[in-house]
C-alpha cells in the first residue's frame, strides 16, 4: 500500500513540473506582447524596452523560467500586469466563490447521481429505469448554460424564490449548483447503472444469493462496492471539472470564480495571471486524481495488495 | 416417506424468448437421498446447470421460468414458497458451490468476510462466535494457516483454494444439501481429486447429501451412489452407478462412458459421439437424441419415447428398451 502510495506521489509532482514547463513556455511563445498591449498603442520603443527590462521580460527565457518556479515554491506567484494585485491573492480570492459553487454542486451531484444510478440498475428495465435514464439523457445534453438561465426565469424571475446572480449568500448558491451540478448528475447516474449492471452478472453475485443474502445487502455490500471503481474515475475527473471553475456558470450568475478570473486574464494576456490559473488548475487535478488513485486502493483489495496467485 | 432429502418431478423450467418457449429442464424427476450423492452427468447444454439452479431458485429470471412440476425439499415445495422463504433455505439447508472459483468469490470481500456472512446471515450469533466457526470451517477444508488465510482476499489464493474457501462457506451453515456445480472443472487434475476427496470425507463427517454436477463420466464414478445422465433438457437415462457403468442401456450413456480415454492402452483416436447437442429452439421432432444416435429408426425421427424402467432402479428412455422393439 505504501509503495504504491509513495508512487503515485513522486508521479504527481513530476505532472505538476512538466505542466509548469509547458505552460510557461506555451504562454511565452504565443502571439501577443503583454508589454505593448498594457503599454498602449503610443508607447515608445524605448518605454516598452524599459517596463520589458524591469519585469524581467529581457531576460533569457530558461532563467525567466526557473525564476518563476523558484517564486512560485515560495508562494510568489508574480503580481497581475494589469491589476497589480499579487496573482495568489487574486486566485484564492476566486477560489473561495468557486470552491462554494463546486461543494454544493458536487454533493447535488453525487447525491442524485449515486441514487439514480442504483435505483435504476436495481430497477433494469422498469419504468423507474427508464424515467430515470430519459432524464439523464437530457441532464447531459441540455447545455448548463442554457439550464441557468432556464433556472433564472422560473425560480428566480417567476417564483422569485432564489436571486439570480452575485454570490452574497448561501441561498445565491442555489441556482448556480442546480445548473452546474445537473449534468454531472446525469454522468454520475449513468455510470453507476451501467456499472452495476455489469457487476450483477457476475458470477459472485449469484454466489452471494446462494448465500442467502438479497435485498439491498445483495445491492450495497456485494454489487456496490464492485461498482464503484469506474464510478469513482467519472465522479473524481468530474470534481475536477467543478473546482476549476466553469466559466459559463459564473458568467451567467455573475459570480467572480476562477472561470471568470482566468477567461478575463486571457484575454488581457496577464501572463503572472494566466500562468498561475494553469498552475492552479493543474495542482487541483494532480491531486484529485491522487485521490481516486488512493480511492481504488481503499475499495479493491486487488489494487491495494498487487497481483498475487492469479491463474 | 422414504428418506429423501430432495424430490423433483415433473420438473419443467423454461426460456422464453423470440424463438418462443425453450424448454431448458424438460420433465425432470429425481430423489435426493439423504447422506447420498447424485451424480448428474451430460455434455454442455443439456441442462444439468439449470436443473441444480431451479432447486437453488436461482434459475435466470425473468427470462426463465419454471412452467410445472414440484421440487420437495425437506417437504416443502421450492416452486411455492415466498422469496423471503427462499432465503432462508439458501445457505443454509441447501448450499451450492460452483464452477469458477476464480469468479466465485466477491473480489473486493475477503475469504473471513464472506464465510462469515453465511453464518451471520442464518444463525444469530455474535461477531466473535461466527469468527471462531469461520477459523473452524477453514481449517476443517485442508487450509494452511487458517489465520491468514481468513484476512486475505480471493486474487491472493490458488484456484485450489478458492475452491477450499467456495466449500468451507457452504458447509458453514450444516447445510442438508450441497450442489456441487461442475466443481473441479477449473482445476488442475492433481487439485481436481483432492477437491473431490475433500468433499467425498465432509460429507461423511457432515452426513450432507450432495448433488454432483459433472461432464466427467470418471468423477462420477468415484463420487455418485446414483446417476441421472440428461440430454437436452430430458433424463435419458436413471441408474445406480455401479448399474450405468456395467450396463449403460442409452446409446447416449454409453457414447459418454467410451468416451473416458483409456489409460491402460494407447489409442489411435478417442471414441467421440458425432455432432453436439441441439439448441434449444431448434429441438428434433422425435428423440432428441435420434439425429446423433447410430441405431435411430424412423420411429425414433418421429416419435419421443417416454422413459422406461428397463430393470430394478435402471430407468431408460430409449425405444431400444422398449417392448415391441423388432431390433430394426
Known amino acids: 500500500m505504501s509503495r504504491y502510495l509513495l508512487g503515485r506521489v513522486f508521479q504527481a509532482v513530476g505532472v505538476i513540473l512538466a505542466i509548469s514547463l509547458i505552460t510557461f513556455f506555451i504562454l511565452n511563445v504565443i502571439p501577443g506582447d503583454p508589454v505593448q498591449l498594457m503599454m498602449g498603442e503610443f508607447a515608445t520603443p524605448e518605454a516598452i524596452a524599459q517596463v520589458r527590462a524591469q519585469m524581467g521580460l529581457d531576460q533569457p527565457i530558461y532563467k525567466q523560467y526557473f525564476g518563476w518556479l523558484g517564486n512560485m515554491l515560495r508562494g510568489d506567484f508574480g503580481v497581475s500586469y494589469f491589476q497589480h494585485r499579487p496573482v495568489l491573492d487574486m486566485l484564492l480570492n476566486s477560489f473561495g466563490y468557486t470552491a462554494r459553487l463546486a461543494v454544493f454542486a458536487y454533493v447535488l451531484a453525487l447525491v442524485f447521481g449515486l441514487v439514480f444510478g442504483i435505483l435504476a440498475a436495481v430497477f433494469h428495465n422498469k419504468f423507474l429505469d427508464r424515467l430515470l435514464m430519459t432524464l439523464s439523457i437530457a441532464g447531459v445534453s441540455a447545455p448548463n448554460f442554457w439550464v441557468a438561465i432556464i433556472l433564472q426565469i422560473y425560480f428566480g424571475l417567476t417564483l422569485k424564490w432564489f436571486p439570480i446572480s452575485g454570490a452574497k449568500a448561501f441561498n445565491y448558491y442555489v441556482l448556480p449548483a442546480v445548473a452546474l451540478g445537473t449534468r454531472y448528475a446525469a454522468s454520475i447516474s449513468r455510470i453507476t447503472r451501467t456499472s452495476m449492471l455489469e457487476v450483477t452478472k457476475q458470477d459472485y453475485m449469484r454466489t452471494a444469493s446462494a448465500k442467502g443474502v438479497h435485498g439491498w445487502m445483495l445491492v450495497m455490500k456485494h454489487a456496490f462496492r464492485n461498482a464503484l471503481i469506474p464510478v469513482v474515475t467519472v465522479a473524481g475527473t468530474d470534481l475536477g471539472n467543478i473546482l476549476t471553475g466553469s466559466m459559463l456558470i459564473e458568467t451567467v450568475f455573475t459570480i467572480d470564480g476562477i472561470g471568470k478570473l482566468m477567461v478575463d486574464a486571457i484575454n488581457q494576456r496577464d501572463l503572472p495571471l494566466v500562468q498561475g490559473g494553469v498552475m492552479y488548475i493543474a495542482v487541483i487535478c494532480v491531486v484529485i486524481y491522487l485521490l481516486v488513485d488512493i480511492l481504488y486502493a481503499v475499495i479493491d483489495p486487488r489494487i491495494r495488495l498487487g497481483g498475487g496467485a492469479e491463474g | ?328
Open chain 2, 1 to 328: 416417506m422414504s428418506d429423501n432429502i430432495l424430490q423433483v418431478r415433473d420438473l419443467c423450467m423454461s426460456f422464453f424468448n423470440k424463438h418462443g418457449e425453450l424448454p431448458a429442464v424438460n420433465h425432470v424427476s429425481f430423489d435426493v437421498e439423504r447422506g447420498k450423492t447424485l451424480g448428474i452427468v451430460g455434455e454442455s447444454g443439456c441442462g444439468k446447470s439449470m436443473t441444480s439452479l431451479c432447486v437453488m431458485g436461482l434459475y435466470p429470471q425473468p427470462q426463465g421460468k419454471i412452467v410445472g412440476g414440484s421440487i420437495l425439499f425437506q417437504g416443502r415445495d421450492m416452486t411455492k414458497l415466498p422469496p423471503r422463504e427462499l432465503h432462508k433455505i439458501r445457505g443454509k439447508g441447501m448450499a451450492m458451490i460452483f464452477q469458477e472459483p476464480m469468479t466465485s468469490l466477491n473480489p473486493v470481500l475477503t475469504i473471513g468476510d464472506q464465510i462469515m456472512e453465511t453464518i451471520r446471515l442464518h444463525e444469530h450469533v455474535s461477531r466473535q462466535e461466527a469468527k471462531r466457526r469461520a477459523m473452524e470451517m477453514i481449517a476443517m477444508v485442508g487450509i494452511p494457516m487458517p489465520e491468514k488465510i481468513f484476512a486475505s482476499c480471493p486474487h491472493q489464493l490458488s484456484g485450489g483454494m478458492r475452491q477450499r474457501a467456495m466449500i468451507a462457506m457452504a458447509l458453514s451453515c450444516d447445510p442438508e444439501l450441497l450442489i456441487c456445480d461442475e466443481p473441479t472443472t477449473a482445476l488442475d487434475v492433481t487439485v481436481q481429486s483432492q477437491i473431490l476427496s475433500l468433499i467425498n470425507r465432509l460429507k461423511a463427517q457432515t452426513g450432507t447429501s450432495v448433488m454432483l454436477i459433472t461432464h466427467d463420466m470418471g468423477v462420477i464414478n468415484e463420487m455418485a451412489d446414483t446417476v441421472i445422465v440428461m440430454y437436452a433438457g430430458q433424463i435419458v437415462e436413471q441408474a445406480a452407478t455401479a448399474d450405468l457403468f456395467a450396463h449403460p442401456t442409452h446409446p447416449y450413456t454409453s457414447g459418454l462412458i467410451q468416451s473416458i480415454p483409456p489409460l491402460n492402452r494407447e489409442v489411435e483416436e478417442l471414441n467421440v459421439i458425432p455432432g453436439s447437442v441441439p439448441m434449444l429452439y431448434e429441438l428434433p421432432k422425435g428423440c432428441l437424441f435420434a439425429p446423433r444416435c447410430p441405431y435411430a429408426t424412423a420411429r425414433c425421427a418421429a416419435e419421443r419415447p417416454d422413459i422406461v424402467t428397463a430393470s430394478e432402479g435402471h430407468q431408460v428412455r430409449c425405444f431400444r428398451c422398449m417392448p415391441g422393439w423388432e431390433g430394426q
